[in-house]
Structure formats: structure tokens, C-alpha cells
């Protein structure tokens, strides 16, 4: 062994070393007494969200922001009746509620994802309706490519801990975006415009899965049927359906987990 003759050099070597590995633990340490045992167990299960157990349901503007208007109807009263007719569905199903307003109230956008992100275990779908003088017709989902997490995750860049931190909200709100545009489309028949990407503020500035219908166009082409009752249901069926689909995909999920845990990779 050649320690006894080492140097000076060597010695601060061996401290800083020493230092290195000590910060190591001491950090390690740090983290695991900063993750709850909550999010410790569900950390465990990467890549696969809890299932929620609350809809935040946001119908879009309220108040002196009308939204778009055609003839006699305003978006933010059918965002309002549609998010109304999703709210009655989700809760005889079981599900939790939350409506971003209940009137006819202004609300600002920031108060909207304060409010969401606020609540645990919840998802956010915000209802909107299409200005188009154009003759376009059609439903589309958006969610946003990146989402603000206010509550950063906590254990982003240790690398060991990276398969369950890349569970982001992000892939979450697409995948709940696509069901929801499914079942729209499936009921209403309305022409497919499908799942977009978008920073809009309140998608964006939330930390929990998070999309925003755009249902249909308030003009000529659409104003008719989006005055009546019958598709307003079909409208309500088909988010309330979409939302309760991509809860099932979660479940299933983590079964599939839960069994396959005990050999992890
Ligand atoms: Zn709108």
C-alpha cells in the first residue's frame, strides 16, 4: 500500500474526496426528508399518475368578458350550460367538482389556475367556444407543450430519480386531450379538428393535466345546433365520457404496475 508515503497532495485528495461523497449523502439525505410519504409512494410507481379524484371544470370568460357572440347566444353563457350539464354527469358517476365561477361572474385567468392548482389529484378542462365569420365548423382539444408547475418537482434533476419525474403533466394532458376529442367527435359528428398544442394561459399556468375544448364555432354554420338542447347534451356526454376514459387508461395502468412492481428494471 502506498499511504504511508503519499504527500501533502494526496492528503487533499483523499479530503476532498471525502468532501464530495459526504455532500453526496448529506444531499441524498436532504431529498428523501423533503418527499412526503405521500409522493414517496407514488414516486414509486414511474410513470404512472395517481388517479385523480376532482374535475376542475372551467367554462370559459363570465361577467363583462362575454367571450364570442352570435345573434342572441355568448360563448360564456353555453361554456357556463355546457360545463353545468359535465358537472351533473361527473358527480352521478361519483366523481369530485369544481367549477372555476357558477355564474355569471368575471373570474380572471390567473385566479382560474390559482384555484386549480390549489386542489390535489385533480385534472383541469376548461370549455370554450370558436369566433369564426369564416365558414369553418368543427371541434378541436388543446393542451399546452409546456405547463408551468408552480410547486416545481422536487427530484427533477437527480439523475436516479429521472424515469418518474419524466412523468410530466404535459404527456398527461395530451393523452386526456385525445380522449375527450374522440368522444366528441364520436357524438356530435362535428368535423374533426383534432388536438392541438398551445401556450394558452390557463392550460399553461397549471400544474395538474390540464386541456381546453374549443366545442364548435359560434356562426352560421353552427349557431343552430349549438342552440339546442339535444346537442348540448351530446356536447356534456362526450367530455364527461372522454374525462371518465382517460381515468379508466390510469387505473389500468396501475395495475399493470402494481403487479409488475416487485421486479423492478
Ligand atoms: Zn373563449
Same mark, same amino acid.
Given at each position: 500500500m502506498s499511504e504511508g508515503q503519499s504527500g501533502l497532495g494526496g492528503a487533499m485528495k483523499n479530503i476532498v474526496v471525502w468532501l464530495g461523497l459526504a455532500l453526496m449523502i448529506a444531499s441524498f439525505v436532504w431529498w428523501q426528508l423533503l418527499l412526503s410519504p405521500r409522493q414517496t409512494a407514488s414516486y414509486g410507481r414511474a410513470n404512472a399518475p395517481a388517479p385523480f379524484t376532482l374535475v376542475v371544470l372551467d367554462p370559459g370568460h363570465g361577467g363583462q368578458d362575454s367571450g364570442a357572440i352570435c345573434g342572441a347566444i355568448y360563448e360564456k353563457d353555453l361554456t357556463l350550460d355546457i360545463a353545468q350539464r359535465v358537472d351533473h354527469l361527473l358527480q352521478a358517476q361519483g366523481l369530485a367538482t369544481l367549477m372555476t365561477? *357558477?355564474?355569471d361572474s368575471y373570474v380572471s385567468l390567473q385566479d382560474r389556475a390559482a384555484v386549480t392548482n390549489r386542489a390535489r389529484d385533480c385534472i383541469f378542462v376548461s370549455i370554450h367556444f370558436n369566433e369564426s365569420k369564416k365558414p369553418v365548423s368543427g371541434i378541436e382539444t388543446y393542451y399546452a407543450?409546456?405547463?408551468?408547475?408552480?410547486?416545481?418537482? $422536487? *427530484?427533477?434533476?437527480i439523475p436516479f430519480f429521472q424515469g418518474p419525474a419524466a412523468e410530466s403533466p404535459t404527456l398527461a394532458s395530451q393523452s386526456l386531450a385525445r380522449f375527450i376529442q374522440e368522444a366528441m367527435i364520436a357524438r356530435t359528428k362535428a368535423p374533426d379538428r383534432g388536438t392541438k398544442a398551445e401556450q394558452f394561459f390557463v392550460i399553461d399556468h397549471v400544474s395538474a393535466p390540464a386541456v381546453l375544448v374549443e366545442?364548435?364555432? $359560434?356562426n352560421k354554420e353552427e349557431i343552430a345546433k349549438l342552440a339546442t338542447n339535444d346537442y348540448r347534451d351530446q356536447m356534456a356526454a362526450a367530455i364527461s365520457e372522454g374525462i371518465l376514459r382517460y381515468r379508466d387508461v390510469l387505473k389500468e395502468r396501475q395495475l399493470t404496475l402494481a403487479v409488475s412492481e416487485p421486479h423492478p428494471e
Open positions: 365561477r *357558477v355564474g407543450e409546456h405547463q408551468t408547475a408552480p410547486a416545481p418537482r $422536487l *427530484v427533477s434533476w366545442g364548435g364555432f $359560434l
